[in-house]
């Protein structure tokens, strides 16, 4: 069975930390670009992040998250994780990973959430100001 599934998640301070892991199963996540979406309440969900295959090695970021969130891959593990750092109110909400339906590269729009199926159920962040 094809899924992945998000963990990590937590109530962290402003400024602070934490690092979000994307494990799949029934699949090589190598092979293909993984995003990283997030919803805060009461808002549409939104792309943060996308990973291509190591084979191709580009990632992507939006510019609220860009220079503070980065994604590496452990193909070892098949995970993806996403390592978020200074930390802001604004950050908090649901973070979601999906597998893309594009195969190892993520599309130049990269944050529409028509490009990924396989949704993971997602992990809490909370950061307090």
């Known amino acids: 069975q094809v899924q992945v599934v998000e963990s990590g998640g937590g109530l962290v301070q402003a400024g602070g930390s934490l690092r979000l892991s994307c494990t799949a199963s029934g699949f090589t996540s190598n092979d293909y670009a993984i995003g990283w979406f997030r919803q805060a309440p009461g808002k549409e969900r939104e792309g943060i992040s996308c990973t291509s295959s190591s084979s191709v090695g580009v990632n992507w970021y939006v510019g609220s998250v860009r220079g503070r969130f980065s994604v590496t891959r452990a193909n070892s593990e098949n995970a993806v994780y996403l390592q978020m750092n200074s930390l802001k109110a604004e950050d908090t909400g649901i973070y979601y990973c999906?597998?893309?339906?594009?195969?190892?590269?993520?599309?130049?729009?990269?944050?529409?959430?028509?490009?990924?199926?396989?949704w993971g159920p997602g992990t809490q962040v909370t950061v307090s100001s």
């Open positions: 999906a597998r893309s339906v594009s195969g190892r590269a993520c599309e130049r729009d990269f944050s529409s959430p028509n490009h990924y199926d396989n």
